[in-house]
């Protein structure tokens, strides 16, 4: 498995069958969860511990946030903003998107999230203690899937703060509107023609 080659530790996680998550007798419904009670202490890079697991059935592949790396997770509208805003910058960053509607960011770990995004609906930190689906991982709307492979960094995790920053970015951006203006442009012109 790619990701435990590059040291990121994974453990199985619930799977959907139809609308229903199975792999565990308890299986939250809420989406994909470890199937192991001590998940965090059982993570693995080792190839036949992994092999073992996905040996029988089609397992999610979770990895555990808060060692290796955090996880920002983001509205896709954040996500693609702030995106455009590394990329603008020359920082390339893995991204990984639900098909829920979530975009994922993995960053080095140990960093508060700023206040100005702990504020924002949506925006989580997922840190010690937490997980994430990474891809190819299947929700019954989809895959989760990679929009920036980790290789495009070299398996780099960018800087937590650099990535916040983008996302504070991100979130002050007023959205586009019709005819690709934004509504600030908008209501700026509407005044200046009032003057």
Known sequence: MVLAD?????????????????GCSDAS????????DDWARRAS???DQIADWWSGLPYSIILPTGLTFDVLEVPATVGRRAAAVLR???VPVPIAATPTGEWLFPVGAGEPLRPDLAERAGIVLHGRGSWFAAPPSTHPQGS???RVRPSACSWNLPDPFRVQDALA?????RPAVAGGGSTYRLATVATGVRS
């Open 169 to 173: 970015e991100a979130v002050a951006q």
């Open 45 to 47: 890079t080792d190839c």
């Open 6 to 22: 590059h040291g990121w530790a994974v453990v199985p996680g619930t799977f959907p069958q139809g609308e229903v998550w199975s």
């Open 88 to 90: 603008a910058v020359g």
């Open 29 to 36: 419904q809420d989406g994909p969860c470890p199937v192991l």
């Open 144 to 146: 989760v899937h990679w």
